[in-house]
Structure formats: structure tokens, C-alpha cells
């Protein structure tokens, strides 16, 4: 039974569960009212085209997050997956495409799954084990393409991520964006609707109640971490055929921009609290953020600034929200 | 000469609910006043009402006759008003005596007197008696030494007012003595003392008065000698209780769980027992004896350096909590807040926690089963929430222990292992779990409980083992169990 004093709370505190909706919304209006071109078409496509990769591993950093851990290597497993891919993925080879495809998600799932391990059986704290990674993967990938990026790739590699799949007016929708589709049903529904996701919740809400409750705590772990490690090998194909090389140099920031993301989002970096949703309007607003300033001809550097406080801003609203529960 | 402490028609709401309702409250000099009422009937937002964390919608605060306005724990402080909380906020890196002065370390210009820190940390612990050396890391010290050094803190800050909640939920019984030692020194030099208490056994020992509330109403304030124990009761609850502790199970069948010669190193050596289906076990002993370190063990949790453990008659080997339930274990652990409880999750995903995998299909969550069985659960526990989704963490503490008793239910277990059960939690839902005990040993499920508790031991337990420093040093059949006997062999 909703009393009058029941309705209006529970109208408050859904505008304060979507405050970063607000955030998302009053960012896109000041931006279009700046510059009409935002809101064209191509503009928006665009938007949807940077931030595809972003989003796919803010999923999977939203996932290790929710689990009370944290994966700095993303980055790192996109480019040694990517420079995988390449290595199969040149025209002289002429490999059915599945072999890259799966070559760097294997990569990417087997170093999620030394993650891991490590982070479970081996009690090394993920922050420093996933640290670790981060830098000799990538000194891996640098090792495997001899410091070069990797060129000629066929074409069906290319069309990977840059195949137009249909148009909408004169604007070409690349298929880029349908990896991201596909992977948000797949996580929201692995997320919201199987007894992993529950179990993902549980053991970051309080992991030493869920491991006397009967679940595999090192199992949970060991999976997300792997799961997080194959979603970066897909994103380092899409990011390979994208660019066009094998490039081992790429994503740098890539683990600290789907964690900010995440964390505009609202997952709490303690574990235990997260949604897929909300991590996508984090990703897009840290995209429309970096397209804003892009056409509004700011200088990158300031850009650079201006991100950083937005992520501190958004969080700050979603912690005073939070706190007034 | 008048009260040290007046309140006068407290009255608080929170977003339309009313807390207190026009409570008047009186504390003499020197007097040790004790607080009972259920969870929710308004004790802890009192508390804060006098410590500054809250400011009253009307009502006024009478300190030595004069109206004061408390804005915040500082300047309660200030006043001369402390408190000690139930969970001990304490920094355990820190020294003692870092800790006793920190944010008012004794010092010349910028550099701290470490020495002279040392001493007078050496005499506030003298004040009460406390022989601990100041140099001491905080972490390495007992629950109870870390709570005398609280009230040491506080009583060095020159408080008249000691407001102490829920003193004794983790203290053995020698060190409850030392406490009210303390508490009666404190007495005679003029410091008054509310203690808020669920153990109404304590009251008489050591409260000149009480006030019971009840709902946000001051329902009595009386001397405790005018008062027995079932009349406090009674008031609190506002309601004929009926005898809180049910009629025990009689109808003991054969043996369900047997354990021999379980040793882990440093913990427990040769523990054996047994348990049979429609017995009530107690494990008794002082904090530290290892009760809790072998049912962990039993469960699966801790491994064992020696030992078997028979479930029917079989013996079998339990690595992990998933082994022990399948072998239809069930253990509720000691502190539902570090081991029972998601706290930021519902009292849904709470109770389906143990079962989903009985809630879903190929993987998939069955919504309309896990709502239908933990709604069940809800309902048979009456776990007063809103609903379902709620979160747990905003929960009473008997409603939170019950979310834990439903998710352990629902598994279906034979075997019970409660580890002190009924802490923190009031006396209307302590008697629902003693019904629910009482009724689990009925149908005949095995229950092993460790309580503190020795009176709930004493009526709830058909047979009790009684440990010390990790080696049983006795069994007690029903005619033989007293507090007295069961100390007896706690003590060594």
C-alpha cells in the first residue's frame, strides 16, 4: 500500500537511480544547442561507432566490478588478441575468417583465465595481478609483431568491423556496432537472468557469506575474469580490422576508460552493484563527451581535462544518491 | 540536587513515521540507568537524539537544569555526553595510546610528547583497573580489552554521561564481570551510565533503574527492584508473553551426525560427539574455547588436521560448504552481518541464495518460483519487510537473523548448526527462533548450538559438551545442565 509519503519516495528515488540519465540527457541538449551538427545522423552513427569498443569492455569491467574485483589488463589483451588476429589475418595466409576470430578469443580468454587463477588460487590481489598483465602482455604483443603493426590484411578482415550491414538515409550503419548489440543481450541477459549473474552479485556483496552459502567462489571469479579476457580478444579483432593493422600499440587507456565508464554508471567499485544499462550511458557519456568537444573544435588537451572532471562529477551525484537512501 | 540529565517530551518522525513519542527521560548522578525495548521501539535514535546525531522536532534536553541544544557529537562530547557503540569503531594498527589521544596528542609546538602521551595513557587505563600496555596495536587486543580502553577513552575526556550500547553481546561471562567492576568504579566516582541491553538477566546486577520503551512510547521507568523480570518483559513486548522458551522435544531417535577425534592445530584437539535426530546439542564454553572453529570445520570451511565426521552412519569427507549441503548440513554462522548476509542485497536474493540452482532451468532464473518460495518464507518467518526486494541491510537485527534462518530452511537440511543464534536481537523475535529451534527438533532435524547465552542454553539444550581452550572437558545430560555446572567446566 503506497501512501501519499510512499508515492512521492518512490518518485524521488527513481529520478535519483536515473541521475545519470539526467546527466546523459542535459549533456547531449547543451552540446546540441552549441553545435546543431551533433544531432545529424552521421554524427550520431559516429558517436555509436567510438564507443562500441568502449562499451563492450565496460560490460566486461562492470561484470569483474560487480564481482568485487577489477581488471586493469583489458587494454593490454586487446592488443596481443589483435596483433593475433593480424598475424592470421593477412591476405598471403588466406584463412577462413574463424580462425583470427577465434585465435584472439581464445588469446584473450586464457589470459582472463591466468587472471584468474591467480587472482583465486593464487591470493594475488587483482589489482596487482591484472597491473601485472597489463604490462607484459602488451610486451608480448609487442615481442609477436616485432614492434611494427601489421598490414596487408584480407579484405573480408576488414569488413569485420567496417562492413556497412544497411543504411539509414544516406548514412552507412557498420556492423561494429552490432557486435556491440549482440554482446549487451547476451551479458544482460547472463547478468540478469541466470543464477550466475546472482552469484556474480553475491560474491561481491559479501564474499565471505556467498562462499559459506554454498557457492564456488573461485569458480565465479575464475570465470568472470575469463569472460572479461574473451570480450577484450573480440574487441581486439574488432579493433584490428578497424584500423586495418595489427597494431600492438593500441588501446592504452582502455581499461581505465571502461572502468570510468563503469563507475559513471554507477557500479561501486567495492562490489555488489551494478547494471548493464547504466554502464552504457556511461560509456555514451564519456563518447558524447569526446565527440562534443570534437566538433565543437576544443582543443584535445582540454578535452583530456574536461573528461576527467565529468567522471568525478558524475560520481559524486551518484554517491550523494546513494547516500540518501 | 537535581538530574544530571533531563529529556522532556522527546518527540521524532522520519518521513511521516513517528519514532518517539513525547518521552520524558531522567538520569541522576551516579546512577546506572538501563534502556530495553525491542528493535524499533526507539532506543538507538534516542541515543542519538542525546549524542547530536539527531535533533528532536520538539521536546527539550535538560543538562544540570540547563536547557541545551546538542548540534553534534562534538559538542556532545563537550557536554560531558559519550558513548561507547556496540561495534567498536577503533583503529586496529594504532598503539593504545594513539588511540586514547588521538586529536589531542600531548605536544609542544608542531612535535608530539610521545612520553608524556605514554603516561597519562598508563593512568586513564589505571583509573578502571586495566593492566594492558600502551604500546599495544589495538588489533592485537581481546573484545573486551578494546571496549574497557573505549570507555577508558571516553571517561578521560572528563564524561559525566557514559551512554554504553549493547555492552555485553560479545563478552564472556568473567569479562562481563570486569565490566560492571568498572561500570560500579565509574558509579562511585559520579558518573552516570545508560546501558542499553537486550540480556535483561544483567539488569539486576548492575542497573539502579530502568526505562522501558516500547513503539516510540515510554512505557516505565522503575527501580529494578521493584520490578521482575517477566513484568519487564511483558511491558516491553505489551503483551502476555507466554513462557519464551518452548517445551522441550522429548522424542530423541537415532544419530544423525557423529564426529571423532577432530583436531586442527592450535584450535581443537579430539573433539568427539554425536548428535541424534530431535536433540538440541549445546556446545558451551568461554570465548576462544574453539566451538565455533569446529562446526566451520565440520561444514566443510576450515580443514581438518585429524578426525572423521559421519553423517547416518557414513563416513564422509567435507571440503566445502556445496559438500556439506548436499549432505543436508546447514550452518548459520556467528556474525550474520560478516557471514550470513549480503547486505546490500534483497531479502529475495538473500534467501533463494543457497537454492538457485533448484530455482532455475538450464541456467536461467524461474522468477515466479523463487518469488513464490521465498515469499513462503517471508511469510512462515514473519520477516517483517516491505516486501521481498527490500534490502536486508535495512533491516532489524531479529528480521536479518531470520532472513538467514529462511535461506538455511530452505535447503531442507537435517543437520542445524547455530552459532549463537539470538545475538543482538530483541526478545519477541529471540522467542520465534527458540519456537522455530523448537519446532525443527520436532520434526525431527538435529540441532547443534553454540550460545553464550546460558540461560537459553541451559532451557533449550537436551544434552551440552562443554569445551575449554579447545578440548572437551565434559558432557552434561538434562538433569545435570546448570549455568553453574556448565562454568564449571568452561573454566578449565
Given at each position: 500500500?503506497?501512501?501519499?509519503?510512499?508515492?512521492?519516495?518512490?518518485?524521488?528515488?527513481?529520478?535519483?537511480?536515473?541521475?545519470?540519465?539526467?546527466?546523459?540527457?542535459?549533456?547531449?541538449?547543451?552540446?546540441?544547442?552549441?553545435?546543431?551538427?551533433?544531432?545529424?545522423?552521421?554524427?550520431?552513427?559516429?558517436?555509436?561507432?567510438?564507443?562500441?569498443?568502449?562499451?563492450?569492455?565496460?560490460?566486461?569491467?562492470?561484470?569483474?566490478?560487480?564481482s568485487g574485483g577489477i581488471d586493469l589488463s583489458v587494454g593490454s589483451i586487446v592488443s596481443l588478441s589483435g596483433v593475433c588476429a593480424a598475424?592470421?589475418?593477412?591476405?598471403?595466409?588466406?584463412?577462413?575468417?574463424?580462425?583470427?576470430?577465434?585465435?584472439?578469443?581464445?588469446?584473450?580468454?586464457?589470459?582472463?583465465?591466468?587472471?584468474?587463477?591467480?587472482?583465486?588460487?593464487?591470493?594475488?590481489?587483482?589489482?596487482i595481478m591484472t597491473l601485472g598483465f597489463m604490462i607484459s602482455v602488451r610486451g608480448f604483443a609487442l615481442l609477436l609483431s616485432k614492434g611494427r603493426p601489421i598490414f596487408g590484411l584480407s579484405d573480408k578482415f576488414m569488413n569485420i568491423s567496417n562492413a556497412p550491414v544497411f543504411?539509414?538515409?544516406?548514412?552507412?550503419?557498420?556492423?561494429?556496432?552490432?557486435?556491440?548489440?549482440?554482446?549487451?543481450?547476451?551479458?544482460?541477459?547472463?547478468?540478469?537472468?541466470?543464477?550466475?549473474?546472482?552469484?556474480?552479485?553475491?560474491?561481491?556483496?559479501?564474499?565471505?557469506?556467498?562462499?559459506?552459502?554454498?557457492?564456488?567462489v573461485n569458480w565465479v571469479k575464475i570465470a568472470v575474469y575469463t569472460l572479461?579476457?574473451?570480450?577484450?580478444?573480440?574487441?581486439?579483432?574488432?579493433?584490428?580490422?578497424?584500423?586495418?593493422?595489427?597494431?600492438?600499440?593500441?588501446?592504452?587507456?582502455?581499461?581505465?576508460?571502461?572502468?570510468?565508464?563503469?563507475?559513471?554508471?554507477?557500479?561501486?567499485?567495492?562490489?555488489?552493484?551494478?547494471?548493464?544499462?547504466?554502464?552504457l550511458l556511461g560509456a555514451l557519456i564519456i563518447g558524447v563527451m569526446q565527440n562534443g568537444l570534437q566538433i565543437l573544435g576544443v582543443s584535445p588537451f582540454i578535452q583530456t581535462i574536461i573528461q576527467g572532471l565529468i567522471i568525478i562529477i558524475a560520481v559524486f551525484f551518484d554517491m550523494r544518491s546513494r547516500a540518501n537512501k | 540536587m537535581g538530574a544530571i540529565l533531563e529529556a522532556k517530551g522527546i518527540t521524532k518522525s522520519f518521513t511521516g513515521i513517528r519514532v518517539l513519542n513525547n518521552v520524558d527521560f531522567e538520569l541522576q548522578r551516579g546512577e546506572i540507568h538501563a534502556i530495553v525495548g525491542e528493535n524499533g521501539a526507539g532506543k538507538s535514535t534516542l541515543m542519538k537524539i542525546l549524542m547530536g546525531e539527531y535533533r528532536p522536532d520538539s521536546g527539550e534536553i535538560l543538562l544540570d537544569g540547563k536547557p541545551e541544544q546538542i548540534h553534534s557529537p562534538a559538542q556532545a562530547l563537550e557536554l560531558g555526553i559519550a558513548m561507547v557503540h556496540q561495534e567498536l569503531n577503533y583503529m586496529p594498527y594504532m598503539s593504545v595510546a594513539d588511540y586514547?589521544?588521538?586529536?589531542?596528542?600531548?605536544?609542544?609546538?608542531?612535535?608530539?610528547?610521545?612520553?608524556?602521551?605514554?603516561?597519562?595513557?598508563?593512568?586513564?587505563?589505571?583509573?578502571?583497573?586495566?593492566?594492558?600496555?600502551?604500546?599495544?596495536?589495538?588489533?592485537?587486543?581481546?573484545?573486551?580489552?578494546?571496549?574497557?580502553?573505549?570507555?577508558?577513552?571516553?571517561?578521560?575526556?572528563?564524561?559525566?554521561?557514559?551512554?554504553?550500547?549493547?555492552?555485553?553481546s560479545?563478552?564472556?561471562?568473567?569479562?562481563?564481570?570486569?565490566?560492571?567492576?568498572?561500570?560500579?568504579?565509574?558509579?562511585?566516582?559520579?558518573?552516570?551510565?545508560?546501558?542499553?541491553?537486550?540480556?535483561?538477566?544483567?539488569?539486576?546486577?548492575?542497573?539502579?533503574?530502568?526505562?522501558?520503551?516500547?513503539?516510540?512510547?515510554?512505557?516505565?521507568?522503575?527501580?529494578?527492584?521493584?520490578?521482575?523480570r517477566e513484568d519487564i518483559v511483558n511491558k516491553m513486548v505489551g503483551r502476555e508473553i507466554e513462557e519464551i522458551f518452548p517445551e522441550m522435544n522429548k522424542a530423541i531417535d537415532d544419530v544423525l551426525l557423529a564426529v571423532k577425534g577432530l583436531t586442527?592445530?592450535?584450535?581443537?584437539?579430539?573433539?568427539?560427539?554425536?548428535?541424534?535426530?530431535?536433540?538440541?546439542?549445546?556446545?558451551?564454553?568461554?570465548?576462544?574455547?574453539?566451538?565455533?572453529?569446529?562446526?566451520?570445520?565440520?561444514?566443510?570451511?576450515?580443514?581438518?588436521?585429524?578426525?572423521?565426521?559421519?553423517?547416518?552412519?557414513?563416513?564422509?569427507?567435507?571440503?566445502n560448504s556445496r559438500q556439506a549441503v548436499r549432505k543436508k548440513i546447514a550452518f548459520v554462522s556467528e556474525d550474520r552481518k560478516l557471514f550470513g548476509l549480503n547486505l546490500i542485497g534483497s531479502v529475495k536474493d538473500n534467501i533463494a541464495l543457497v537454492i538457485l540452482r533448484q530455482l532455475s532451468r538450464y541456467g536461467l532464473l524461474d522468477r515466479g518460483k523463487i518469488n513464490k518460495r521465498t515469499g513462503t518464507m517471508m511469510e512462515k518467518l514473519q520477516i517483517k519487510a516491505r516486501s521481498v526486494e527490500q534490502l536486508v541491510e535495512s533491516l532489524s537485527g531479529g528480521n536479518q537473523q531470520k532472513?538467514?534462518?529462511?535461506?538455511?530452511?530452505?535447503?531442507?537440511?537435517?543437520?542445524?548448526?547455530?552459532?549463537?543464534?539470538?545475538?543482538?536481537?530483541?526478545?519477541?523475535?529471540?522467542?520465534?527462533?527458540?519456537?522455530?529451534?523448537?519446532?525443527?527438533?520436532?520434526?525431527?532435524?538435529?540441532?547443534?548450538?553454540?550460545?553464550?547465552?546460558?540461560?537459553?542454553?541451559?532451557?533449550?539444550?537436551?544434552?551440552?559438551?562443554?569445551?575449554?581452550?579447545?578440548?572437551?572437558?565434559?558432557e552434561l545430560e538434562r538433569d545435570e545442565i546448570t549455568q553453574e555446572s556448565i562454568m564449571l567446566l568452561a573454566s578449565g
Amino acid at each position: 500500500m503506497l501512501s501519499e509519503t510512499g508515492m512521492k519516495k518512490s518518485i524521488t528515488e527513481f529520478v535519483k537511480a536515473a541521475a545519470i540519465l539526467w546527466v546523459f540527457i542535459i549533456l547531449c541538449v547543451i552540446i546540441a544547442v552549441l553545435s546543431p551538427n551533433f544531432i545529424k545522423l552521421l554524427n550520431v552513427v559516429t558517436v555509436f561507432k567510438q564507443i562500441s569498443m568502449l562499451g563492450i569492455l565496460a560490460i566486461g569491467s562492470t561484470f569483474v566490478l560487480i564481482s568485487g574485483g577489477i581488471d586493469l589488463s583489458v587494454g593490454s589483451i586487446v592488443s596481443l588478441s589483435g596483433v593475433c588476429a593480424a598475424l592470421l589475418g593477412v591476405k598471403e595466409l588466406d584463412m577462413p575468417l574463424i580462425v583470427p576470430i577465434m585465435a584472439a578469443i581464445l588469446v584473450g580468454s586464457a589470459i582472463g583465465f591466468i587472471n584468474g587463477i591467480g587472482v583465486t588460487f593464487g591470493k594475488i590481489t587483482p589489482f596487482i595481478m591484472t597491473l601485472g598483465f597489463m604490462i607484459s602482455v602488451r610486451g608480448f604483443a609487442l615481442l609477436l609483431s616485432k614492434g611494427r603493426p601489421i598490414f596487408g590484411l584480407s579484405d573480408k578482415f576488414m569488413n569485420i568491423s567496417n562492413a556497412p550491414v544497411f543504411k539509414l538515409g544516406a548514412v552507412a550503419v557498420p556492423s561494429l556496432i552490432f557486435y556491440l548489440i549482440g554482446v549487451i543481450i547476451i551479458m544482460s541477459v547472463l547478468l540478469k537472468l541466470t543464477v550466475f549473474g546472482k552469484w556474480l552479485y553475491a560474491v561481491g556483496g559479501n564474499e565471505d557469506a556467498a562462499r559459506f552459502s554454498a557457492i564456488n567462489v573461485n569458480w565465479v571469479k575464475i570465470a568472470v575474469y575469463t569472460l572479461n579476457g574473451c570480450l577484450a580478444g573480440l574487441c581486439g579483432v574488432l579493433m584490428t580490422s578497424r584500423i586495418n593493422s595489427g597494431d600492438a600499440t593500441v588501446a592504452e587507456n582502455f581499461a581505465l576508460d571502461a572502468i570510468a565508464a563503469s563507475v559513471i554508471g554507477g557500479v561501486s567499485l567495492a562490489g555488489g552493484v551494478g547494471t548493464i544499462w547504466k554502464t552504457l550511458l556511461g560509456a555514451l557519456i564519456i563518447g558524447v563527451m569526446q565527440n562534443g568537444l570534437q566538433i565543437l573544435g576544443v582543443s584535445p588537451f582540454i578535452q583530456t581535462i574536461i573528461q576527467g572532471l565529468i567522471i568525478i562529477i558524475a560520481v559524486f551525484f551518484d554517491m550523494r544518491s546513494r547516500a540518501n537512501k | 540536587m537535581g538530574a544530571i540529565l533531563e529529556a522532556k517530551g522527546i518527540t521524532k518522525s522520519f518521513t511521516g513515521i513517528r519514532v518517539l513519542n513525547n518521552v520524558d527521560f531522567e538520569l541522576q548522578r551516579g546512577e546506572i540507568h538501563a534502556i530495553v525495548g525491542e528493535n524499533g521501539a526507539g532506543k538507538s535514535t534516542l541515543m542519538k537524539i542525546l549524542m547530536g546525531e539527531y535533533r528532536p522536532d520538539s521536546g527539550e534536553i535538560l543538562l544540570d537544569g540547563k536547557p541545551e541544544q546538542i548540534h553534534s557529537p562534538a559538542q556532545a562530547l563537550e557536554l560531558g555526553i559519550a558513548m561507547v557503540h556496540q561495534e567498536l569503531n577503533y583503529m586496529p594498527y594504532m598503539s593504545v595510546a594513539d588511540y586514547m589521544y588521538l586529536g589531542r596528542e600531548p605536544r609542544t609546538w608542531f612535535f608530539l610528547k610521545k612520553n608524556a602521551k605514554l603516561e597519562l595513557t598508563r593512568k586513564q587505563l589505571e583509573n578502571i583497573r586495566l593492566e594492558v600496555d600502551p604500546n599495544i596495536k589495538m588489533g592485537e587486543l581481546s573484545v573486551s580489552d578494546i571496549q574497557m580502553i573505549e570507555i577508558a577513552k571516553v571517561v578521560s575526556y572528563g564524561s559525566k554521561i557514559v551512554i554504553l550500547d549493547e555492552p555485553t553481546s560479545s563478552l564472556s561471562e568473567t569479562e562481563v564481570d570486569r565490566l560492571f567492576e568498572i561500570l560500579n568504579l565509574l558509579k562511585a566516582s559520579g558518573v552516570s551510565v545508560i546501558y542499553i541491553s537486550h540480556r535483561l538477566e544483567e539488569l539486576n546486577r548492575i542497573a539502579d533503574k530502568v526505562t522501558i520503551l516500547r513503539d516510540g512510547d515510554m512505557v516505565l521507568t522503575e527501580k529494578l527492584i521493584n520490578l521482575k523480570r517477566e513484568d519487564i518483559v511483558n511491558k516491553m513486548v505489551g503483551r502476555e508473553i507466554e513462557e519464551i522458551f518452548p517445551e522441550m522435544n522429548k522424542a530423541i531417535d537415532d544419530v544423525l551426525l557423529a564426529v571423532k577425534g577432530l583436531t586442527r592445530e592450535g584450535e581443537f584437539e579430539n573433539i568427539s560427539f554425536d548428535v541424534r535426530r530431535g536433540e538440541i546439542v549445546g556446545l558451551a564454553g568461554l570465548v576462544g574455547a574453539g566451538r565455533t572453529e569446529i562446526v566451520t570445520a565440520i561444514f566443510g570451511e576450515k580443514k581438518l588436521d585429524a578426525g572423521e565426521v559421519f553423517v547416518k552412519g557414513k563416513s564422509v569427507k567435507i571440503k566445502n560448504s556445496r559438500q556439506a549441503v548436499r549432505k543436508k548440513i546447514a550452518f548459520v554462522s556467528e556474525d550474520r552481518k560478516l557471514f550470513g548476509l549480503n547486505l546490500i542485497g534483497s531479502v529475495k536474493d538473500n534467501i533463494a541464495l543457497v537454492i538457485l540452482r533448484q530455482l532455475s532451468r538450464y541456467g536461467l532464473l524461474d522468477r515466479g518460483k523463487i518469488n513464490k518460495r521465498t515469499g513462503t518464507m517471508m511469510e512462515k518467518l514473519q520477516i517483517k519487510a516491505r516486501s521481498v526486494e527490500q534490502l536486508v541491510e535495512s533491516l532489524s537485527g531479529g528480521n536479518q537473523q531470520k532472513v538467514v534462518l529462511a535461506k538455511w530452511l530452505l535447503t531442507e537440511p537435517e543437520i542445524f548448526i547455530m552459532d549463537e543464534p539470538t545475538r543482538g536481537i530483541d526478545v519477541g523475535a529471540k522467542s520465534e527462533v527458540y519456537k522455530l529451534m523448537n519446532s525443527l527438533a520436532r520434526e525431527g532435524k538435529a540441532i547443534i548450538l553454540i550460545s553464550s547465552e546460558l540461560p537459553e542454553v541451559v532451557r533449550l539444550c537436551n544434552r551440552v559438551i562443554v569445551l575449554h581452550e579447545g578440548k572437551i572437558t565434559g558432557e552434561l545430560e538434562r538433569d545435570e545442565i546448570t549455568q553453574e555446572s556448565i562454568m564449571l567446566l568452561a573454566s578449565g
